[in-house]
Nanobody, 116 residues
Framework: QVQLVESGGGLVQPGGSLRLSCATS????????MAWYRQAPGKQRELVAS???????NYADFVKGRFTISRDNAKTTVYLQMNGLKPEDTAVYYC??????????WGQGTQVTVSS
């Protein structure tokens, strides 16, 4: 059974930083794409950033220059370093993994609140 466990969310003041982590577990998981999505109240879930098995990254325009996605060498953990946080970044952040067999997994979500 594959599980994605997220951590690192919380309350931060505008301009602050947070680092999200998503650790995968489960036998046989061979990750291809790992990503972070977010969903704010009343809005659709949207892609924040993604990283391929080859290390190619992609960012939504609204986080370029502020957020950085990375993964460990074993490709079992993905991180999202968030700097320069704004109130509009407030959302539940979800970890996403697509295996090489194109099976998709989601984490349970972690709340990020940016407020003074």
């Amino acid at each position: 059974q594959v599980q994605l466990v997220e951590s690192g969310g919380g309350l931060v003041q505008p301009g602050g930083s947070l680092r999200l982590s998503c650790a995968t577990s489960g036998s046989g998981l061979n990750t291809n794409v790992m990503a972070w999505y977010r969903q704010a109240p009343g809005k659709q879930r949207e892609l924040v950033a993604s990283i391929t098995s080859g290390g190619r990254t992609n960012y939504a325009d609204f986080v370029k220059g502020r957020f950085t996605i990375s993964r460990d060498n074993a490709k079992t953990t993905v991180y999202l370093q968030m700097n320069g946080l704004k109130p509009e970044d407030t959302a539940v952040y979800y970890c996403y993994v697509r295996s090489i067999l194109s099976v998709i997994y989601w984490g349970q979500g972690t709340q990020v609140t940016v407020s003074s």
